[in-house]
């Protein structure tokens, strides 16, 4: 069965465009013009992944985004014509997993859909537990002491390699490679952000020195930190 991709996006050519492309890669494609429509088609036919315009005539696609990560981890990929390191840093932390700036090549959406959906969990029995981390891929959870941490997707999926490989130090571009098919974030300083993001948020619950930073190397998962 393909999976199924739904498309949220007003520009009729652009759609039209996206849509013959994806259908050329084997998927199964539902397009909405507005948000009111993609949300509705969202919890009605659950897709597998959400490709979503931020500039949408109703809703901005970031509320989209945060309406739809309330009730669903099914990946989010912004389309976006905004080119700034904070804004995308935002969208990223609202609750998308990767955005592509306009204009794209065809080959690179491609590229970019394949590497969220290869990375979606497949079973219920997948949690992971490193010590007093517990992270439950199925559920998007994460939980310190048995104490929630609410993570962003991309914060998550960061986490998530690291845990999964302690004491290995990533750089930047080999977490680039693992989680998004090699299809870096657009400058080294959005990625860093995030990092900064996952480190704020541990800290707030007495865990923020798992992850070490290496300043011009990269980050590490320390299994045995305590504090």
């Not at 919890?43 to 901005?60: K, R, S, Y």
């Amino acid at each position: 069965m393909p999976e199924r991709i739904l498309l949220i996006e007003d520009n009729l050519d652009l759609t039209a465009l996206l849509q013959y492309d994806l259908q050329g890669a084997g998927y199964e494609v539902t397009t909405a013009a507005d948000g009111r429509t993609g949300m509705r088609r969202a919890q009605e036919q659950h897709p597998d992944l959400v490709l979503l315009d931020l500039g949408l005539p109703d809703i901005n696609g970031a509320q989209v985004a945060l309406q739809l990560r309330k009730t669903s981890a099914v990946p989010i990929v912004i389309l976006t014509a905004v080119d700034t390191v904070e804004s995308k840093a935002e969208l990223l932390s609202a609750g998308a997993n990767d955005y592509l700036t306009k204009p794209f090549f065809p080959e690179e959406l491609l590229v970019r859909v394949e590497a969220q959906l290869r990375r979606q969990p497949c079973g219920k029995d997948d949690t992971l537990t490193v010590g007093s981390l517990e992270l439950r891929p199925q559920l998007r959870q994460c939980l310190y002491e048995e104490r929630e941490v609410q993570l962003s997707p991309i914060e998550f999926d960061l986490l998530l390699l690291l845990a999964r490989h302690p004491g290995r130090l990533y750089s930047v571009e080999q977490l680039e490679h693992e989680l998004w098919n090699g299809a870096p974030l657009p400058g080294r300083q959005t990625l860093h952000m995030q990092m900064r993001n996952l480190h704020t948020k541990l800290r707030n619950v007495k865990a923020a020195g798992l992850i070490r930073t290496l300043r011009g190397m990269g980050y590490a998962f320390r299994p045995n930190y305590t504090e």
